[in-house]
């Protein structure tokens, strides 16, 4: 196994593991929370990898499972060691997304819906660091700095030349009109969309106004597609003091749905490509 192995998406396939070890032996969480005087809570966390898992977790489990095969336990012990390395995103400090940040880090595709903002991805220095300062009015100028930069690092995967991820935005208009910073932040911020959406791997449409009524009026989401088919679809829904991650198959596709509806509303890549360089004409 590779040593640099992605830590949030070990857990997930280690905690779907487990899952399936417990449903094979047929026992709710509630009962294996029970034998091992935990919380079922504990369990939950352990099996949808929210929570760090530690090799005598995994082998009390698979005391509890009855898993007799000496390969399958080791194998198991070795992820949940593997999961409980540190991330890129850990040398920055704590940072209140690194779960969504380590899905994002090991994602083929992203699809994103923003209404309000320029997605993370492709924004500019200048434009990160007008919008998270204005997000986060107490923060410190350090702050604001380790943010921005670890932005700028999440960035890399869009240029990354072995396995660049495939991003697909939807941005409101409205994202086009806030001015975040001054004007020429945000007219560097504009036609840094507009380059970046002729990448053959990045798409940016804009739903404008007159469009009216949308599916997406509820608020920003982001799905995560994964290459390998243990690693199932995750819907991102961020909030201000704890997020939302989906998995269940009704919730992907309801969002999934919603999605296309986003995209069949939206301006087309080239006509978007124009409206965002008009825009840019307005900050001068």
């Given at each position: 196994?590779?040593?640099?192995?992605?830590?949030?998406?070990?857990?997930?396939?280690?905690?779907?593991?487990?899952?399936?070890?417990?449903?094979?032996?047929?026992?709710?969480?509630?009962?294996?929370?029970?034998?091992?005087?935990?919380?079922?809570?504990?369990?939950?966390?352990?099996?949808?990898?929210?929570?760090?898992?530690?090799?005598?977790?995994?082998?009390?489990?698979?005391?509890?499972?009855?898993?007799?095969?000496?390969?399958?336990?080791?194998?198991?012990?070795?992820?949940?060691?593997?999961?409980?390395?540190?991330?890129?995103?850990?040398?920055?400090?704590?940072?209140?997304?690194?779960?969504?940040?380590?899905?994002?880090?090991?994602?083929?595709?992203?699809?994103?819906?923003?209404?309000?903002?320029?997605?993370?991805?492709?924004?500019?220095?200048?434009?990160?660091?007008?919008?998270?300062?204005?997000?986060?009015?107490?923060?410190?100028?350090?702050?604001?700095?380790?943010?921005?930069?670890?932005?700028?690092?999440?960035?890399?995967?869009?240029?990354?030349?072995?396995?660049?991820?495939?991003?697909?935005?939807?941005?409101?208009?409205?994202?086009?009109?806030?001015?975040?910073?001054?004007?020429?932040?945000?007219?560097?911020?504009?036609?840094?969309?507009?380059?970046?959406?002729?990448?053959?791997?990045?798409?940016?449409?804009?739903?404008?106004?007159?469009?009216?009524?949308?599916?997406?009026?509820?608020?920003?989401?982001?799905?995560?597609?994964?290459?390998?088919?243990?690693?199932a679809t995750v819907v991102y829904l961020?909030?201000?003091?704890?997020?939302?991650?989906?998995?269940?198959?009704?919730?992907?596709?309801?969002?999934?749905?919603?999605?296309?509806?986003?995209?069949?509303?939206?301006?087309?890549?080239?006509?978007?490509?124009?409206?965002?360089?008009?825009?840019?004409?307005?900050?001068?």
């Amino acid at each position: 196994m590779v040593a640099n192995v992605n830590p949030t998406v070990r857990r997930r396939r280690l905690g779907s593991e487990l899952r399936k070890l417990r449903e094979e032996k047929g026992m709710t969480a509630e009962e294996v929370a029970a034998r091992l005087l935990v919380s079922q809570s504990k369990i939950s966390r352990l099996e949808n990898g929210r929570r760090s898992i530690s090799q005598r977790d995994v082998r009390d489990l698979c005391g509890v499972y009855g898993v007799e095969d000496v390969r399958i336990v080791e194998s198991l012990m070795q992820m949940a060691k593997e999961s409980r390395q540190q991330g890129w995103w850990h040398a920055f400090g704590d940072i209140p997304y690194s779960v969504y940040i380590g899905l994002e880090t090991e994602a083929a595709s992203l699809r994103v819906f923003e209404p309000q903002v320029v997605p993370g991805l492709l924004q500019t220095p200048g434009y990160a660091a007008a919008m998270i300062a204005g997000n986060l009015p107490e923060a410190t100028p350090e702050q604001v700095e380790k943010r921005v930069s670890v932005r700028m690092r999440r960035q890399e995967r869009i240029t990354d030349p072995d396995g660049p991820l495939r991003l697909w935005a939807v941005v409101d208009e409205a994202a086009l009109c806030r001015k975040v910073g001054d004007a020429g932040i945000m007219r560097e911020q504009l036609t840094h969309l507009v380059d970046l959406s002729h990448l053959p791997h990045v798409t940016v449409q804009v739903l404008p106004f007159e469009a009216g009524a949308h599916p997406g009026l509820s608020g920003q989401f982001a799905v995560l597609e994964f290459t390998d088919a243990t690693d199932a679809t995750v819907v991102y829904l961020e909030g201000v003091n704890s997020d939302l991650y989906l998995e269940k198959d009704t919730d992907v596709q309801a969002y999934s749905v919603m999605y296309e509806h986003l995209r069949a509303q939206a301006l087309s890549a080239e006509a978007t490509r124009q409206f965002i360089g008009e825009a840019a004409l307005r900050y001068v």
